[in-house]
């Protein structure tokens, strides 16, 4: 049986926004640990969402619609290998959901990182977008599974 989870280090609230899950979108958005760099990016991309209205609210409304609320997990059952769909917990929601925008922006090549991870947030937030087909494709797996969720553990 697995011990329980020990309370993980939390980034502090980023002192712009004084938002846990900006800064937490700066840490994703961060290479080599580059910081500044990051903070620099992730600022730019708020202040594009400014246009759209608060750029939290619009940035937590994007998490919303691109984080699963399922997935499936294999399971090893009698020599068989099972996908069991299990709910995602809030903490690997919002990491899930964060990877997958910052991936999705990362992934279009010749725009700035600023400009496509805009572009992406307020795609994510229209409910559309490739962080969002992605959460569509787990909920769908999962959902093609749910014969084998008694397997859950």
Excluded: C
């Excluded at 760099?37 to 759209?52: D, F, G, H, N, R």
């Excluded at 619609?65 to 290998?81: C, I, K, L």
């Amino acid at each position: 049986m697995r011990r329980p989870v020990k309370n993980r280090m939390q980034p502090g609230p980023d002192p712009v926004y004084g938002s846990v899950k900006v800064s937490k979108l700066i840490n994703y958005v961060m290479e080599s640990g580059k910081k500044d760099t990051a903070k620099k990016i992730v600022y730019s991309v708020m202040e594009e969402l400014k246009k759209e209205g608060d750029p939290v609210l619009v940035l937590e409304e994007a998490l919303e619609n691109a984080s699963p609320s399922v997935e499936v997990r294999s399971r090893r059952v009698g020599g068989a290998n099972y996908q069991v769909p299990r709910e995602v917990r809030p903490e690997r929601r919002l990491a899930l959901g964060l990877r997958w925008i910052v991936n999705e922006a990362e992934a279009k090549k010749g725009i700035p990182m600023a400009k496509s991870l805009a572009v992406e947030i307020l795609a994510a937030k229209k409910g559309e977008g490739a962080a969002v087909s992605k959460k569509d494709a787990t909920h769908r797996m999962a959902d093609a599974n749910k014969a084998f969720a008694h397997f859950a553990w």
